[in-house]
């Protein structure tokens, strides 16, 4: 089988990585992919948004399946375009667009929650013309405040704000003066959660699902969770927080509801399903959905699952996941992500990157923001590369993925250095 995957960070690397295993995969294409992919599949230069110039390429290469990595092809419609375009036989692994507005809008994924008795936190949404009114709705809320551009912002559209005078700021800024753009002509206002996060991760094909490893993910980008929010700096799996009688309540209040709420809409559903939940006094809420893995996570846990990747998405495109009897590596993956000095703000780029092959022998080296130049691999974005490692001890795991990084050099090289501290003192109070 012919495989296109689109996107070219570190999460389509992993899945390029993942699927070259299967003895299914007869030629992988990665589109626009980078300088890691390029090692190991077929780079083809065409944005993932592009759908009719990945329409000709597939009817041209005779693809038989398109794994979507990023959100933005999916809240375009990308399966709907293959669908009105006759292209039944290509299977596509993502929602439907309309499926796949429970990302694309904030204000939708809350009123689809409240529709279908999922837990989340309390909120209201205000446009430019109700934007008084989402200022009195803040003084009924306690600090911090929660402000989410309703669109997508590139991950930059959330804020957390403690002081009520900079939230109704921040408000006016999105709402009348374009902060975010066109992401931010709605915005939906929520109430602070104050728990744990966790990350969890569906693969599904409408009617049945498969849970697959859990995460940790650190979006700041100091140690100790401070400064900028990022898109992500490491990850840990599985998360010892979401123990098996966790996991029990998700699935009661919120998969199969969410699945359930899927299908009186009539909405398609085969892919991935992104749960981003808050852990309060042992309880779930949903923080938000994506509708596709996320990056880092993905690093940690697609080296955790020991099927067949092709397999089990072939199974789902089918509307058969429940033949697949999902078989996860009881070892821990830890996941450090390399970046550029500067990230998330302004950074350089261009910059020599040496060392890959010998980190590439003793853990998992994928790449994010590269580029070949000649023989040479240069850094192009913020987040440059991650290394995961795998072991039966988390210690051990976190431990290797640091040792292995640091054969990996380039000019302005950043990584936080506590990933996966806080696992590490949550098993030694639980004596796991």
């Known amino acids: ?52 110039q990945i329409k000709e390429f597939v009817e041209k290469e005779n693809i038989k399946m398109i794994i979507v990595g990023p959100e933005a092809p999916l809240v375009a419609g990308i399966k709907d375009f293959f669908i009105d375009a006759g292209l039944n036989d290509v299977h596509i ?7 796949a507005m429970l990302e694309g809008s904030k204000d939708l994924a809350k ?26 709705f803040l003084n009924t809320l306690s600090s911090p405040y929660v402000l989410k551009a309703d669109g997508l912002a590139g991950g930059k559209g959330v804020l957390i704000i403690d002081d009520i005078d900079e939230a109704k700021n921040q408000l006016d800024e999105m709402l009348l003066h374009q902060k975010f753009g066109k992401a ?18 569906v693969l599904t094909d409408g009617d049945h699902y498969k849970i697959l490893p859990t995460a940790k993910d650190y979006k700041r980008i100091g140690d100790d969770d ?33 699945l359930n709420g899927l299908k009186k809409k009539q909405y398609d559903y ?33 080296p955790r699952v020991q099927n067949d990747l092709l397999v089990m998405l072939q199974k789902t495109a089918q509307g058969k996941l429940n033949e697949i009897d999902l078989t996860i590596k009881k070892e821990f993956a830890a ?52 290394v995961t490692h795998l072991s039966s001890q988390l210690k051990d795991a976190i431990r290797k993925s640091y040792g292995s990084a640091e054969h990996i050099n380039f000019s302005g090289k950043y990584n936080r250095t506590d ?9 030694r109070k639980k004596e796991i």
């Open 270 to 302: 085969k892919g991935f399903l992104f749960l981003g939940l808050m852990i309060v006094e042992d309880e779930p809420f949903v923080i938000e959905y994506n509708v596709r893995l996320g990056d880092p996570e993905t690093q940690a846990i697609l």
């Open 335 to 386: 996941t450090i992500v390399l970046a550029s000095n500067g990230y998330p703000g302004s950074y350089e780029k261009g910059r020599r990157i040496t060392g890959l092959d010998k980190a590439g022998k003793e853990s998992i080296v994928l790449h994010a923001g590269t580029r070949s130049s000649a023989e040479k691999i240069l850094t192009s974005g913020g987040r440059v590369l991650t």
């Open 93 to 99: 692994i993502g929602p439907s667009k309309g499926a």
């Open 184 to 201: 931010a002509d709605q915005v939906v206002i929520e109430e602070f959660l104050n728990g744990t996060e966790v990350s969890i991760f």
């Open 1 to 52: 089988m012919k495989v296109l995957i689109l996107g070219g960070g570190g999460r389509e690397h992993a899945m390029a990585w993942s699927a070259m295993k299967s003895k299914h995969c007869e030629e992988l294409f990665v589109a626009p992919g980078n300088a890691g992919t390029d090692r190991i599949a077929k780079n083809v230069p065409i944005a993932p948004t592009e759908f009719l």
């Open 111 to 136: 009123r689809f929650m409240q529709e279908n008795d999922i837990p989340t936190a309390a909120h209201a949404t205000f446009t430019a013309n109700s934007v008084d009114e989402g200022k009195d």
């Open 419 to 427: 990933i996966g501290k806080d696992m590490i003192s949550y098993m």
């Open 226 to 258: 401070k400064g900028l929010n990022t898109g992500g700096m490491g990850a840990i799996s599985p998360n010892l927080l979401a123990d098996e009688k966790f996991i029990e309540k998700v699935e009661d209040k919120i998969i199969r509801p969410t």
